[in-house]
T-cell receptor, first 110, second 112 residues
């Protein structure tokens, strides 16, 4: 089973700042990760996928994967109040059990 | 439009009753999943199915049952054996070996 851990937060950042969300994992064999965003009362939606070491950028979002240190992070630049949500990470790969992190709640303060 | 539908959106159950939550997808995905989410908590896997007529228990399968008779459908039955079933139930599907999860809108179950 692929275990992941996240700080539950809440992480509070002022509008326009960079929000940094982190996820650590235990399975050294994990090759890829997904980030999901979940607004209060709604279902999660996929926002980022990262497969290789390094950074992947998509608009204001950057996902980072460090396999040596076994962590994956999500940076949100120019944070907006609409980014306030819970962010979940999960390893990818194979049609098998998916273990989500508990999620980090982000609050962007106007 | 392709997607995942769940019904009903809200469900109320009396203690001792079995209830069935519907999950349908038209994404032609092989794998389907059921999760439970309690307030302020993460997702916990109940059951998953990688192919028609086959399914596996997740981390909290006790008190739940599923079937996978069609590729498009993966209903979840919450039985009276589930002691604390009040929660938000999410169905998801995945169509590639990357195992990205596409979620339905969820069903909120409340036991009266």
């Amino acid at each position: 089973q692929k275990e992941v851990e996240q700080n539950s937060g809440p992480l509070s950042v002022p509008e326009g700042a960079i929000a940094s969300l982190n996820c650590t994992y235990s399975d050294r064999g994990s090759q890829s990760f997904f980030w999901y965003r979940q607004y209060s009362g709604k279902s999660p939606e996929l926002i980022m996928f990262i497969y290789s070491n390094g950074d992947k950028e998509d608009g204001r979002f950057t996902a980072q994967l460090n396999k040596a240190s076994q962590y994956v992070s999500l940076l949100i630049r120019d944070s907006q109040p609409s980014d306030s949500a819970t962010y979940l990470c999960a390893p990818g790969g194979g049609y098998q059990k998916v273990t989500f992190g508990t999620g980090t709640k982000l609050q962007v303060i106007p | 439009d392709g997607g995942i539908t769940q019904s009903p959106k809200y469900l109320f159950r009396k203690e001792g009753q079995n209830v069935t939550l519907s999950c349908e997808q038209n994404l032609n995905h092989d794998a389907m999943y059921w999760y439970r989410q309690d307030p302020g908590q993460g997702l916990r896997l109940i059951y998953y199915s990688q192919i028609v007529n086959d399914f596996q228990k997740g981390d909290i399968a006790e008190g739940y049952s599923v079937s996978r008779e069609k590729k498009e459908s993966f209903p979840l039955t919450v039985t009276s054996a589930q002691k604390n079933p009040t929660a938000f139930y999410l169905c998801a599907s995945s169509g590639t070996e990357l195992n990205e999860q596409f979620f339905g809108p969820g069903t909120r179950l409340t036991v009266l």
